[in-house]
């Protein structure tokens, strides 16, 4: 029967060289045993070193392919990337709003993970607003964590804060990733706070490595994909931890300087 297999949908910006954004999403879609499907936001020139160039695409033709993915797939989850101004935040939050798309990961791109700002103010606004209180799940990184709460979090007692006020913003549930930006720290720890007021935490160790890239687009694409399994939110968190731990701690050599973690290394694909 048409549509049975899970599906699982990406929005997201393509990273030309592989490591992060939609191909890292959709890499993890199809480890996890998930067709994996797509609509363009943007396209970077970019690899190993950084990113000499990017394009954002037209608001229409971002709209469009919402509306011919609807028109004939059953999606069961999706997940949000970079979303570079406030009228493509607004273009997506259009169209997943009746979440006919499924429930909604999203990945506040807002700032780096190691504190530098990726937004201007008027679509981080944009995005705290109109896309949040879409979200069923919400995956910010420490830094992003810390703007959105508006709050400094230097203890498990204000990350528990931090997370009951973007549960405040519209987010259904939050994983509060746990800064891992100091290179003396054994593990990273990240806080779950579910819809249903059931709280954990998630530990894995600190992996010293620069194969980094695309962690956070891993970590959210594979709550998606387990969600779109079927899987609960809570089983969803910790199995998407485990997978990207391991993803971390296994890293492979492509490119010079800040490359991409290993997909092929969880024990858990299937």
């Not at 994996?36 to 970077?44: K, N, P, R, S």
């Not at 607004?90 to 009746?98: E, H, M, S």
């Not at 910010?140 to 979090?153: D, G, S, V, Y």
């Amino acid at each position: 029967m048409a549509n049975e297999f899970p599906q699982a949908l990406t929005i997201a910006g393509s990273d030309s060289d592989g490591s992060a954004g939609m191909e890292a999403d959709l890499t993890t879609f199809f480890t996890l045993g998930v067709h994996g499907m797509c609509v363009l936001t943007a396209a970077v020139a970019g690899n190993s070193y950084g990113i000499d160039a990017s394009q954002s695409m037209p608001t229409a033709f971002v709209a469009q392919q919402f509306k011919t993915l609807a028109a004939d797939f059953h999606i069961r989850a999706s997940k949000t990337g970079m979303l570079a101004d406030s009228k493509l935040i607004r273009t997506v939050a259009a169209n997943v709003k009746d979440g006919q798309f499924g429930p909604l990961v999203l990945d506040p791109v807002i700032i780096t993970k190691h504190g530098a700002m990726l937004l201007e103010e008027s679509a981080y606004e944009t995005l705290r607003e109109e896309l949040i209180p879409l979200a069923t799940v919400i995956t910010p990184n420490f830094f992003e964590a810390q703007k959105l709460a508006e709050m400094e979090i230097k203890t498990d007692d204000d990350t528990v804060t931090a997370a009951h006020k973007l549960q405040d913003l519209g987010a259904k549930n939050v994983l509060l990733k746990g800064a891992h930006h100091d290179g003396d720290q054994k593990e990273v720890r990240d806080y779950a706070l579910l819809e249903d007021g059931t709280s954990f935490w998630l530990s894995a160790p600190y992996v010293a490595t620069d194969r980094i890239n695309g962690t956070g687009d891993t970590l959210s694409s594979a709550i998606t994909a387990e969600m779109a399994k079927g899987e609960s939110i809570a089983d969803a968190f910790r199995l998407a931890k485990q997978y990207t731990y391991e993803a971390i701690a296994d890293p492979i050599a492509v490119g010079h300087k800040f490359g991409p973690i290993n997909h092929w290394a969880p024990k858990i694909q299937r």
